[in-house]
């Protein structure tokens, strides 16, 4: 006990150094200090300390099939443990820039201007995003680079700065020596009759009169401060109801600044969503944000400047004043009658909310969010014209690359499932909401080439484009490479249109919905992707619920839920045969790749007119010929095998340029060649497959019956190499074994 209590002392040590240490109280002068020292961070409004944040934990390119991004690492929420970083943004790297870029207009133009307005379909990422800011608010703000700090108005008891009268208080105890300094910041609470807060946490500099602090702007940032400051800080001033204490306090002083300030206690403050400190969400129930009410007679009062007892002081709340100095988030907001919000507009125009007694100048950036259906409505409204410009609308889609989906069903659906997570599962689930999002290129947007194989683009090919890269396997040779450096043009290519890609389609909260309820399938064991496509089966017979079932279907097979089944089911057989064949060891998947890789060695050489050096020999030999025409005879369908060598050579050549010193990937640089090698193969050695499938059932179901030594151990090494490199485990390999036995294998008599 005696250890536990010594431990609990060393703990509380602690605590009372780092809030020492971390600054959270400061007199006037104090703070004026490390203003000093660091102009910028001390001199921000809401807009900049949010951009600064932004720069605060930096940024990182990703590199996708579709283009280059800026991505800005507080939305990954590197400080987070691994169960908090499952609520990080999932990609929606064009959001994050229109909000930086956002932000940094309201820092040039010195004021919040406008509501940022991210409008999307139901259940794209918008309410996340927000959340990932308000978080890194919440961290930032425990951070030297950004600590935030308040104010306070504190009454001693005893004597006040002026000597002659016992303070301001009605209190009659005669304290001497509470004064520290100048100022009565560090006071105990005990020697403090009163305290007057700061709703609206105004900023420390506005208690200066305007000339003197842009004198002292201009000493700390240089003669061009007035560009460098938000104009708030410029030229405005406190809150009403500090306004009335300074005014009481310069009066009581005879115009004594210093004695006045002695009066202010500043105060590190943090950022809370939980107590709705700087960082607020309205939900679109709300009715009045910002009201005031007077403050009620009590002793606290009695301990006021006479003056000041006189005037009615009002203190404002609501959620305005809450999340002031932070951000306020309107969830919904276009589902409110526009007079319940109008204000809000008026209030980005003028920049204050007027109360009955007074007007607010809440320091604030404003995010709200819509779905598209409201945003139409009120674009026909007759006022929308006029406020239009007081909005920023930024576009929140459903994300079209399946990879970004699915990370979101890893990191959010799949830590509710207790049983064994089959592979394939999740990607079925992403792949099938990405392809109820895919829209049918409008060909007439680009050039004859390019529109002819865009017009021919399937939803799944159009998919794995956007991916990774991968260009459909029926292209070669110039259409191939023609679409291959489109594929940013294609993403972009419904940017401006009102039906852009991704405006409509299944949400991720359906589908988590989708993944939930494949996992309590009753006839597998893991969740199984047979099992998700059994759900998503059911959920395309909801036609009366989602819109996006109801959509005509387009050629090609765009917004076709049925089409959407029967490629999905194909394709997971398609995987499951890959890796069925590949785990059944009868040749390693690596010796594809450096096949390929030697032909392109040997090709090159050849182009070049040179040799090679023979490792084993030591000899120069000429490139091999029978070597190249035997890979060639297996990929080259059409064209000449001329054109194929200068193709992939220029393929890689290319690659090269982009990435020098790596190493090539010819995997993923040429997967549809890699691919043709292994089919080539697989017909070879069929029989040998099939055999192997059925002994692994056999292994799985019957624990190996009538199998002899030889079959078990080829048996258990290919039920090994399916753990091992694809994460299967007994139930769904047998569920793989059982599917291919009885749709790919069944015509094979072995
Ligand atoms: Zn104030
Ligand atoms: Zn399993």
């Known amino acids: 006990m005696a250890d536990l209590t ?65 991505r800005w690492k507080l939305f990954d929420l590197p400080w987070e443990d691994d169960a908090g970083k499952r609520e990080a943004l999932v990609g929606h790297e064009a959001i994050q820039a229109e909000l930086y870029r956002a932000l940094s207009n309201f820092t040039r133009q010195g004021r919040v201007n406008r509501l940022v307005l991210l409008h999307g379909p139901n259940g794209s990422a918008k309410s996340t995003f927000v959340a990932c800011l308000m978080r890194a608010m ?67 500099l506005l208690l200066l009169p305007v000339p003197m602090r842009q004198a002292l702007l201009r000493e700390t940032l240089g003669p061009d401060a007035a560009a460098q400051v938000p104009l708030e800080l410029w030229k405005g001033g406190p809150c009403h109801k500090c306004q009335q204490v300074f005014n009481a306090l310069h009066t009581a002083y005879r115009g004594d600044l210093r004695k006045a300030l002695a009066h202010v206690q500043i105060e590190r403050w943090y950022v809370s969503r939980r107590y709705r400190v700087g960082a607020v969400t309205l939900g679109p129930q709300m009715a009045v944000d910002a009201r005031e009410r007077q403050v009620t007679a009590s002793r606290s009062l009695a301990a006021l400047p006479p003056s000041l007892q006189n005037t009615t002081l009002f203190e404002p709340s609501g959620e305005l004043v809450d999340a002031a100095g932070g951000l306020l988030e309107y969830s919904d907001l276009l589902k409110r009658a526009l007079e319940h ?122 998919a794995d484009l956007y991916a990774s890269g991968a260009v459909p396997s029926r292209l070669a040779g110039e259409q191939a490479k023609e679409l291959r450096a489109n594929i940013g043009a294609l993403y972009h290519e419904s940017d401006v249109y009102p039906n852009y890609e991704g405006r409509t389609g299944a949400s991720p909260r359906e589908m988590r919905g989708v993944i939930l309820d494949a996992a309590q399938h009753a006839g597998y064991k893991c969740l199984s992707p047979f099992a998700v496509l059994e759900r998503i089966a059911d959920l395309c017979n909801r036609k009366s619920e989602f819109e996006w079932l109801r959509q005509e279907t387009v050629a090609g097979g765009y917004h076709d839920p049925k089409y959407f089944q029967k490629v999905l089911r194909d394709r997971l057989v398609d995987r499951l045969e890959d890796e069925m064949r590949s785990a059944t060891g009868l040749v390693d998947e690596a010796r594809y790749v450096e ?67 790596q190493k090539v990937p010819y995997a993923t640089l040429f997967p549809n060649y890699i691919q043709r090698l292994k089919e080539v193969f697989f017909q070879e050695h069929r029989k040998q497959v099939v055999l192997s499938t059925r002994d692994l059932m056999v292994l799985i179901t019957d624990e190996g019956a009538g199998l002899d030594a030889d079959g078990r151990r080829r048996a258990e090494a290919t039920l090994a190499m399916l753990k091992d490199r694809y994460g299967y485990c007994d139930h769904c390999a047998g569920d793989a074994a059982g599917t291919l036995l009885r749709e790919r294998f069944a015509d094979l008599k072995v």
Not at 10 to 29: G, K, M, N, T
Not at 600 to 611: D, I, L, T
Not at 631 to 652: C, D, H, K, Y
Request: with cysteine; charged share 30%; hydrophobic share 40%.
């Open 341 to 462: 919000w109008k204000y809000l507009l008026l209030m980005i125009e003028t920049g204050e909310v007027s109360l009955d007694s007074s007007n607010l100048v809440p320091n604030l950036v404003l995010v709200g969010s819509t779905n598209e259906g409201h945003l139409d409505a009120f674009r026909e409204h007759p006022e929308f014209a006029s406020f239009r410009g007081r909005l920023d609308l930024v576009r929140a889609p459903y994300l079209t690359d399946w990879t970004a989906e699915k990370a979101i069903y890893d990191a959010q659906a799949i830590p509710g499932v207790r049983r064994h997570v089959a592979p394939h599962a999740t990607e079925l689930a992403a792949v099938f909401a990405v392809l109820t999002r895919m829209r049918k290129p409008t060909t007439d947007r680009f050039a004859r080439t390019l529109a002819t194989l865009a017009a021919e683009l399937t939803p799944i090919e159009k």
């Open 6 to 70: 010594t431990s609990l002392y060393a703990l509380f040590d602690e605590e009372r150094e780092r809030f020492q240490s971390a600054r959270r109280v400061l007199s006037y002068d104090e703070y004026l200090a490390l203003l000093g020292a660091a102009p910028q961070r001390f001199t921000r409004d809401a807009a900049r300390y949010l951009r600064d944040m932004f720069d605060h934990y930096g940024t990182v390119t990703v590199e996708k099939a579709y283009g280059k991004f800026t």
């Open 138 to 204: 919440e961290n930032y703000s425990a951070a030297d680079d950004g600590a935030l700090y308040r104010y306070h108005w504190v009454f001693p008891r005893g004597k006040g700065a002026d000597g002659g009268r016992i303070g301001f208080g009605a209190s009659s105890s005669s304290d001497e020596g509470l004064r520290v300094g100048d100022s009565y910041a560090h006071l105990d609470e005990g020697a403090i009759d009163a305290k007057v807060l700061c709703e609206l946490r105004d900023h420390p």
């Open 595 to 661: 096949g390929f890789e030697r032909y392109v060695f040997n090709v090159s050489a050849q182009m070049k007119g040179e040799k090679i050096r023979n490792k084993l020999t030591g000899r120069d030999d000429p490139p091999d010929e029978a070597m190249m025409k035997d890979i060639e005879r297996q990929l080259v369908a059409t064209g000449s095998p001329e054109e194929f060598r200068r193709n992939v050579i220029s393929r890689v050549a290319a690659w090269a340029i982009d990435h020098s010193g």
